[in-house]
């Protein structure tokens, strides 16, 4: 049965190496679980709720991805998304927001979601993916590696703002610093000495190491899921049809958002597995609908923008090839329900006297992810300044801004600039132009 509907054999995997995969993207991106209700529970929407949302519309997702499209690209709902959702669209007036209720600003996602699913139809967003540029779409791929990295360093205290300066050392001799280093090594050696499972394997054990030091607090076992009701197809689509024109530029600040981190995670994860042949992704059209329809739903149980992670590389590495290591991340994620304490005493961090949060569990596997994804680097055609130059300014802006979607708005201006200039404007595919020319309205309108 697994072999008919995932086709093991012919991605060259078996079942053992997808559960390792789709258990190593879980603990990967399970911090999402506390993460969301945290920061939309600023809103006024209930924290257990939001929880539980969370959990079933990222499970919804990573089934449809792995049956539909059968990638082990697992989804969730989006970081950036949520603190646009929070503070910007519900955030109140006095601190710069615009202060409309949750309700509404989930009827805005939902409107987003189901203009992603009519796209999805029509194939565009397939176009789009496809007419990306191969050296944009190997730095996008470093890009996301190196933002990877930085977070992994900045979860673990290895790296801290510095005033005049972006960063610099943290403390390396506190107890939770000390112990992601702990994890990293033990992942670095076991990687070396070729152990299947070895982000995994380092993430458990990291977190036992934490254990009598009080670093990772253990916390129970079983607990009932929380109620969805207090959000539960709760989103207010009338108020925002009664003023749609205040509504246009939130909704496409949704979908803009979503339609370019979806891309560039999807690149980037795509171009680390080998998926991507001839320049193209197979089954792109499957991928983002799952994406598009993860967003509609998550919407109606009350969560913000869904999209795909770029965690999932972390399941990739340790081999995961087919949609079989998404049912285990989305079985984990609908366990995650029930087996909340557990679940919290890995991804829930470490609180530190200031009030910050480090999460020296899942930081080192971050790291190791982020350096492994940095290989795509030498596809890129160096010897071209057309091709070199957007692609670099592409792969250092995601880091240093933290956003993939800055990333790919710097690589397609200049890239399309750089091409006509030279007179190759022709030779590229007209959806690089037409988006260049967005992404540049945007810098002028939206940035002020």
């Not at 710069?96 to 203009?115: C, E, H, N, Q, T």
């Not at 795909?308 to 087919?322: F, P």
Request: proline share 4%; glycine share 12%; aromatic share 12%.
């Amino acid at each position: 049965m697994w072999e008919k509907t995932f086709r093991l054999a012919q991605a060259q995997t078996n079942i053992k190496t997808e559960i390792i995969a789709g258990a190593t993207t879980f603990m990967t991106l399970s911090y999402i679980i506390f993460v969301q209700p945290a920061v939309l529970s600023t809103t006024g929407m209930d924290f257990g709720a939001v929880m539980v949302a969370t959990c079933l519309a990222s499970a919804l997702a990573t089934f449809l991805m792995g049956i539909l499209a059968n990638y082990p690209i697992a989804l969730a709902p989006a970081m950036g998304h949520n603190f646009y959702f929070a503070f910007t669209v519900c955030g109140a007036a006095a601190a710069g927001g615009l202060g409309y209720s949750w309700r509404l600003g989930l009827g805005a996602v939902f409107l987003s979601g189901s203009i992603f699913i009519i796209l999805s139809f029509w194939g565009l967003r397939e176009r789009i993916v496809n007419a990306v540029p191969e050296g944009l779409k190997n730095a996008i791929a470093v890009g996301i590696g190196l933002l990877i990295a930085v977070i992994g360093m900045e979860w673990a205290g290895m790296v801290v703002a510095k005033p005049g300066t972006l960063i610099g050392l943290g403390r390396l001799g506190s107890p939770p610093v000390l112990l992601s280093v702990f994890g990293l090594a033990l992942i670095f050696t076991l990687i070396s000495l070729r152990v299947k499972g070895a982000i995994l394997l380092g993430i458990i054990a990291t977190a036992l190491l934490g254990l009598p030091f009080g670093l990772v607090r253990y916390q129970g076992v079983l607990s009932l899921p929380p109620s969805l009701s207090p959000i539960f197809f709760r989103l207010n689509l009338g108020g925002i049809f009664a003023n749609l024109s205040s509504f246009i530029t939130i909704i496409f600040v949704f979908f803009f958002l979503d339609l370019f981190d979806t891309i560039g995670t999807l690149i980037g994860v795509s171009e680390q597995a080998g998926f991507i042949k001839e320049g193209k992704l197979p089954r792109a059209k499957q991928a983002l609908l799952s994406d598009a329809v993860g967003t509609v739903a998550g919407a109606l149980l009350g969560t913000s923008t869904v999209t795909s992670y770029i965690e999932s590389a972390a399941g990739i590495a340790e081999g995961g090839r087919t949609g079989l290591s998404n049912m285990v991340t989305g079985a984990l994620m609908l366990m995650a329900l029930f087996f909340y304490p557990l679940a919290k005493m890995v991804g829930g961090g470490y609180e530190l006297a200031s009030g910050a949060k480090l999460y020296p569990v899942i930081a080192p596997a971050l790291i190791v992810v982020g350096s492994m994804m940095l290989k795509q680097v030498r596809k890129i055609k160096w010897d071209d300044p057309t091709e070199a130059l957007p692609a670099f300014l592409s792969l250092i802006v995601m880091p240093l801004t933290f956003s993939i979607t800055e990333g790919i708005a710097f690589g397609f201006i200049s890239y399309s600039f750089l091409k006509v200039l030279t007179g190759q404007g022709k030779k590229v595919s007209w959806i690089v132009h037409l988006f260049a020319l967005l992404f540049l309205l945007r810098y002028l309108f939206l940035k002020g």
